[in-house]
């Protein structure tokens, strides 16, 4: 029961941890992260990075109404 406890203990203690640099990095840790959420608008790079194939989906979208580069942000879907 004592090793039980104890486990319990380190377990949640990770758990909180996990969840304070979670919340971090989802907010103030990544530049650009909290004003992707408040705006509803990522970086054309972080966009291309992270989710190529949604960017080229936005931008073969884009290039139909309008033949210019893509802008520096775009909506987030």
Same mark, same amino acid.
């Given at each position: 029961?004592? !090793?039980?406890?104890?486990?319990?203990?380190?377990? %949640?203690?990770?758990?909180?941890?996990?969840? !304070?640099?979670?919340?971090?990095?989802?907010?103030? %840790?990544?530049e650009g992260a909290f004003e992707s959420m408040a705006t509803g608008d990522v970086d054309v790079n972080w966009a291309k990075a992270h989710h190529s194939l949604w960017y080229e989906e936005v931008v073969a979208g884009n290039a139909a109404v309008r033949p210019q580069s893509p802008p520096h942000t775009m909506p987030a879907e």
């Open positions: 029961m004592q !090793l039980d406890q104890v486990t319990h203990s380190v377990v %949640g203690m990770l758990y909180i941890a996990s969840m !304070l640099v979670h919340t971090y990095m989802g907010t103030i %840790g990544t």
